[in-house]
């Protein structure tokens, strides 16, 4: 069984950063793809960024210039670098990864965690 520890986040001013981890178990991290999404209170599960296993990002229209998604294969981890952040940011953000780059289909989910961005 694939688990996601997800490290990171808390509470920064606007325009701060934040960096999210995610440490992925198994021994095929590098063929996944691997997405970000969020939930803010009383909405529904966004799309915030994905990297597939050639290393291509794509992003929510809402972050783009704003966060970046990367990985290291050789740590198993996915990041999410976010700066200029905005209050609107606010959310729990989870990880996701995709084994077979379907693109809508994610399998294994991380434990999510907090990202308040103050006014």
């Known amino acids: 069984q694939v688990q996601l520890v997800q490290s990171g986040g808390g509470l920064v001013q606007t325009g701060g950063s934040l960096r999210l981890s995610c440490a992925t178990s198994?021994?095929?991290?590098?063929?996944?793809?691997m997405g970000w999404f969020r939930q803010a209170p009383g909405k529904e599960r966004e799309f915030v960024a994905r990297?597939?296993?050639?290393?291509?990002?794509t992003y929510a229209d809402s972050v783009k210039g704003r966060f970046t998604i990367s990985r290291d294969n050789a740590k198993n981890t996915v990041y999410l670098q976010m700066n200029s952040l905005k209050p609107e940011d606010t959310a729990v953000y989870y990880c996701?990864?995709?084994?077979?780059?379907?693109?809508?289909?994610?399998?294994?989910w991380g434990q999510g965690t907090q990202v308040t961005v103050s006014s």
């Open positions: 198994g021994r095929t991290f590098s063929s996944y793809a």
């Open positions: 990297i597939n296993w050639r290393g291509i990002s």
């Open positions: 996701a990864a995709d084994k077979i780059d379907t693109g809508v289909v994610y399998d294994y």
